[in-house]
């Protein structure tokens, strides 16, 4: 009994770290994306909005990190691109070790 309550706990804390994670890199790549935000432009042609809301940029990265990727910003430089797809290899990595993981 003591050791399926060490090993639930071990399985607790992996999915808290991994849920932890997820929450820095979403609050961290969205504050990026709004320093870099003269970098975005908004999908609606007909606008042309400029974001500069912290919550649209929230949604960008949420979206990024959840991998679904619809979002109505996309990027425009060198730099937001380079932003977007670190993001993207973060979010991928972190599956693909965190699958790993729970196969064992």
């Not at 932890?20 to 042609?45: E, G, M």
């Not at 960008?60 to 990727?69: E, N, R």
Request: aromatic share 16%.
């Amino acid at each position: 009994m003591c050791n399926k309550i060490y090993i639930i706990y071990i399985v607790m804390k992996i999915v808290l770290r991994t849920v932890f994670f997820h929450v820095i890199c979403i609050i961290l790549f969205a504050y990026l994306y709004l320093y870099l935000s003269n970098h975005f432009q908004s999908d609606n042609s007909e606008k042309k909005l400029r974001y500069n809301s912290f919550i649209d940029f929230l949604l960008l990265s949420t979206t990024i990190q959840a991998g679904v990727g619809i979002s109505d910003l996309f990027p425009i430089s060198f730099y937001s691109k380079i932003a977007v797809i670190i993001q993207q290899i973060l979010m991928l990595l972190t599956h693909i070790i965190t699958l790993y993981v729970f196969t064992l």
